[in-house]
């Protein structure tokens, strides 16, 4: 079963993901109020084939959020990101 891991761990976790469930990637800009926060999202679909989120990810910084894309994209290189 292929997962996708996060090589970085946050008061908020990140937990593994099945890979087959994810369609794709949508990154978020951190919040003025909370600028420490970078904010991943993993969607897929239902089964009415509507999109939802299936596993959120934070990061501390743009940094860390983009060495686990890096990664992410390496191994799935097929796997848009938004």
């Excluded at 996060?6 to 794709?24: C, E, Q, Y």
């Excluded at 509507?50 to 890096?70: A, M, P």
Aim: proline residues 7%.
């Amino acid at each position: 079963m292929p997962f996708i891991t996060s090589k970085f761990r946050t008061g908020l976790d990140n937990p593994s993901i099945d890979a087959r469930l994810v369609a794709k990637i949508k990154v978020v800009m951190p919040k003025p109020t909370n600028p420490k926060l970078w904010v991943t999202y993993f969607l897929g679909f239902d089964e009415n084939n509507r999109e939802k989120v299936v596993r959120t990810w934070f990061h501390q910084s743009e940094r860390e959020r983009g060495i686990d894309l890096e990664r992410i994209q390496e191994k799935y290189p097929d796997m848009k990101v938004v």
